[in-house]
């Protein structure tokens, strides 16, 4: 059964993540309810994934005494012990998610702009720019056109989020490329020389 959300503040309303027999992760539909969490034990398991103590693990629905993890450094998820889990608070930090990240070829940067809107830009597989909002704590961004009140609309909706030294992101398959996976920020070249 789905339970209703709503968040004041933002003016964001939407289901929560249904429980679902199998788990593959964190995707683009369950971003406003990530947490993050890191194994409390030697080391947690379930299935065919398998996370050292105190690594860091994108945490999504829940089925009984069951959180369906996905690795953030690697690839895998599974499901794991929630009891054996340290719950590790999201970044909503705005400022937090300024500047370069980078995932294999693919780059995000975020900067602030003298008006005090946020401008995110992609490039790797595919290229996107354009505003970014800040609800509950996930970065959105909606492509040129998007209703980001109706999502059924088509169009390019990335949501990204910050645990640990990672911004973890997620798009709805309509960037022009895989956006998807854990970014780690670019070294400032300025502050390098």
Not at 1 to 26: H, Q, W, Y
Request: charged share 20%; with cysteine.
């Amino acid at each position: 059964m789905r339970r209703l959300i709503i968040s004041f503040g933002a003016a964001f309303i939407s289901m929560a993540p249904a429980l679902a027999a199998d788990c593959a992760g964190v995707p683009f539909a369950d971003m406003p309810w990530l947490r993050f969490g890191k194994p409390s034990g030697a080391s947690a398991s379930g299935g065919k994934l398998s996370v050292g103590r105190g690594e860091l693990v994108a945490l999504g629905a829940s089925s009984g005494a069951q959180v369906c993890a996905e690795k953030v450094r690697g690839q895998g998820a599974g499901w794991l012990p929630a009891n054996a889990l340290d719950i590790v608070p999201r970044i909503n930090d705005t400022g937090s998610f300024v500047g370069s990240w980078r995932r294999g070829a693919s780059v995000i940067r975020i900067t602030w702009q003298e008006d005090g809107r946020l401008i995110v830009q992609g490039s790797g597989a595919g290229t996107f720019s354009g505003d970014m909002d800040m609800r509950d704590g996930i970065g959105l961004y909606f492509g040129d056109g998007v209703d980001p009140d109706t999502p059924e609309a088509p169009g390019c909706r990335l949501r990204m989020a910050r645990g640990g030294e990672i911004l973890l992101v997620r798009d709805n398959g309509q960037c022009g490329g895989a956006f998807n996976g854990a970014y780690t920020r670019e070294k400032d070249k300025a502050a390098a020389r």
